[in-house]
């Protein structure tokens, strides 16, 4: 493995962990549904999350391509769910079995940018979930589904670049979903949490 994406990997895992451990030591405010349903969420994105960094240690990138659009739909899911779903919609997700969120995708990430704003390194007329669901939906299905993305990197090969962004994305919306469902379910901030996000931001993988 390229001592680069080593590196990264590193440093992808090691904010998976300090994330992770900061806020498994809070607790949740209440054994409400709503409560069940976000931990469940942040147990499927670190899952996801820890696919994407095992598979590209074993240096099988095509499954981590396609991972990162599962973990970019449980961040989004998982904090409009317990930004915005209706207890009806949380009570079917936990007790039913066709409980399902409403709406779009897009729709969601929209949404999520009324109460969230971007991180330090965005620009000024930068919107969060918009921008990425722009950036990354097209050519998550791509790898996801078998596109043009994903037979090309099948034939090409997949270059340090292509790893880069997956790795620094998928670290970023991790981070993102921790600190954020921290301040949604406790009403305030964490303030390792946001050390944690601060020292990540400031950061450059190079």
């Known amino acids: 493995m390229p001592k680069n994406i080593k590196r990264w990997v ?11 451990k900061e806020i498994s030591k809070h607790g949740t405010a209440d ?7 976000s931990t469940a969420f942040i147990k499927m994105a670190e899952n996801d999350f820890r696919g994407i960094i095992s598979e590209i240690l074993r240096d099988n990138h095509a499954p981590a391509f396609k991972l990162f659009r599962l ?3 449980d961040v989004i899911n998982g904090l409009w769910a317990q930004a915005f779903a209706s207890d009806d919609t949380i009570n079917k ?27 330090p390194i965005a620009g000024e007329e930068d919107t969060l979930f918009v921008d990425l669901q722009g ?22 090969g997949y270059d340090e670049g292509s790893i880069h962004e997956l790795l620094r994305s998928s670290t970023s919306i991790f981070i993102l979903l921790i600190d954020a469902m921290y ?17 990540y931001f400031a950061e450059t993988w190079e």
């Open 135 to 156: 950036k990354f939906w097209k050519v998550m299905n791509s790898y996801t589904h078998g596109g043009s993305m994903a037979i090309n990197r099948a034939i090409a």
């Open 93 to 119: 997700l936990l007790h039913a079995d066709d409980g399902e969120l409403p709406g779009k995708m897009w729709e969601r990430a929209a949404k999520l940018d009324t109460i969230f704003v971007p991180p």
């Open 183 to 199: 301040r949604l379910h406790h009403k305030k901030p964490n303030d390792a949490l946001t050390a944690i996000s601060d020292k």
């Open 31 to 37: 054994n409400s549904d709503r409560s069940l349903v």
């Open 10 to 20: 590193e440093r992808a895992d090691y904010y998976r962990d300090a994330a992770i």
């Open 71 to 73: 973990l970019y739909e």
